[in-house]
């Protein structure tokens, strides 16, 4: 994956790191990936064992992005661990896009099927309070990524920063099909917020497919 600088995000007028600074950023961006897969692994399995008890699509789908996100974190170990070559980006990019259109399909199928009665989501606590941690650990995470990558000047690492952002926005939008259906009985909600979170995975998917998450085009040598 390229490591030159990206256009468009301050790095490329930027002083250059040392070599000594950028073996910090290497390590720091490795960490906060390692940080990223383990709490993404730990959410997804909260998320998919919760969402099976409660029959609730929007759950169950939440966490399997959260695995969609841990492939993402693994990307970026490969690439600091093993300097993987550039063709292998954008394997790697098609790869998480496949995963995000299976992902989509998924859930678009059982939230429809949902919405048409087959299932009905029951209220779920462990649930709503995954979304909640989701919602106040992710984007400090995001931040944290996002700024060692530009400084780094890694298209790849401000990618995964963006996979990470993602999922604060689809735990606001599973949030609050979970509380609809907990506090006023919406069970329409959870479909619903299953929908969202379909629609927000194809964007995510086409974006990875075409290179444009991890900044390719705008990167020297990318892609």
């Not at 993987?84 to 980006?89: N, S």
Request: overall charge neutral.
């Amino acid at each position: 994956m390229s490591t030159g600088p990206v256009a468009g995000t301050g790095t490329g007028t930027a002083a250059t790191p040392t070599p000594q600074r950028r073996r910090q950023l290497a390590r720091r961006a490795q960490q906060l990936a390692g940080a990223s897969v383990a709490y993404n692994v730990l959410e997804a399995v909260v998320a998919i064992t919760a969402g099976a008890a409660a029959s609730s699509i929007a759950l169950v789908g939440f966490g399997l992005d959260s695995l969609v996100e841990v492939g993402s974190g693994l990307v970026i170990l490969w690439q600091f661990r093993h300097a993987m070559p550039e063709t292998r980006e954008k394997q790697a990019l098609r790869y998480i896009a496949i995963s995000f259109f299976a992902l989509s399909g998924y859930v678009t199928f059982e939230s429809v099927r949902s919405l048409l009665g087959a299932d009905e989501a029951t209220p779920t606590g462990l649930g709503v309070g995954i979304a909640v941690a989701s919602l106040v650990i992710m984007p400090f995470l995001s931040w944290a990524q996002r700024r060692t990558g530009r400084e780094l000047g890694s298209g790849s690492v401000v990618a995964d920063s963006k996979q990470t952002l993602l999922c604060t926005y689809l735990s606001a939008v599973l949030l609050l099909g979970l509380l609809a259906n907990s506090l006023f009985g919406w069970h329409w909600a959870d479909p619903l917020a299953g929908l969202v979170i379909a629609v927000v995975a194809v964007r995510e998917g086409i974006a990875a497919w075409r290179g444009e998450g991890c900044g390719c085009g705008a990167v020297e040598g990318s892609c």
